[in-house]
């Protein structure tokens, strides 16, 4: 069973714009979430991340949005740049339980198109 | 540099011949992590670490062990590799057990024959 979900495989937006990437995920003991994206031949690299006890989180020109109702976020890249083609991994962690997995999602490709 | 280091980067190996894939990391972090990574299945959790002498099983435990008897080191061991472990493998690290995002090394790619 999937906990943490991604479900586009890819996306392609035109560079200036901005990208928008979601995840849903189904364990509501889950209290902190990730973005992490991923270049080929290198391990995934922390982009931001969000407490159960936020709404929003801002770093730059990404952003985290937390919707807690619908178990959904979001990441926001504005204005998007051809470097930032990647794959990007959403994740969750605090499954209660005395569990302190990190659980991945399935990845979206994200292109930038210059 | 802060990092998590993983050697082999590559490996190929044939089935049932043990191995063992290192991992260390200088950071002075309490948890570590292994992960493969499938086409279509994302990241998915091997085994972690809270501390030294403290593992537990993730969600594809089967077939691997870990061991943590420093802070700094987490090997992963292939006892008797199969085919299907034939992946691309991830170590990682965080500061705190909770509420810490985690540090990627940059993979090991293991196949199988």
């Known amino acids: 069973d999937q906990q943490v979900k991604q479900n586009s495989p890819s996306l392609s937006v035109q560079e200036g714009r901005i990208s928008i990437l979601n995840c849903d995920y189904t364990?509501?003991?889950?209290?902190?979430f990730l973005w992490y994206k991923k270049y080929p031949a290198e391990g995934p690299t922390f982009l931001i991340s969000?407490?159960?006890?936020?709404d929003k989180n801002e770093d730059g020109r990404f952003t985290v949005f937390l919707n807690k109702s619908a178990k959904h976020l979001s990441l926001h890249i504005v204005p998007s740049q051809p470097g930032d083609s990647a794959v990007y991994f959403c994740?969750?962690?605090?499954?209660?339980?005395?569990?302190?997995?990190?659980?991945f999602g399935t990845g979206t490709r994200l292109k930038v198109l210059a | 540099e802060a990092q998590v280091t993983q050697n082999p980067r590559y490996l190929i190996t044939v089935t049932g011949k043990k191995l063992t894939v290192t991992c260390s990391q200088n950071?002075?972090?309490?948890?570590m992590s292994w992960y493969r990574q499938d086409p279509g299945l994302g990241l998915r959790q091997i085994y972690y670490?809270?501390?030294?002498?403290?593992?537990d099983k993730g969600d594809v435990p089967e077939g691997y062990k870990v061991s943590r008897k420093e802070k700094r080191n987490f090997p992963l061991i292939l006892e008797s590799p199969s085919p299907n472990q034939t992946s691309l493998y991830f170590c990682?690290?965080?500061?705190?057990?909770?509420?810490?995002?985690?540090?990627f090394g940059n993979g090991t790619r293991l196949t199988v024959t």
């Open positions: 990682a690290s965080s500061l705190r057990v909770q509420d810490s995002p985690l540090h």
């Open positions: 364990n509501s003991m889950f209290d902190y």
């Open positions: 969000i407490s159960s006890i936020k």
């Open positions: 994740a969750a962690s605090g499954g209660g339980s005395g569990t302190y997995k990190y659980i």
């Open positions: 950071m002075n972090h309490e948890y």
């Open positions: 670490s809270m501390n030294v002498e403290v593992t």
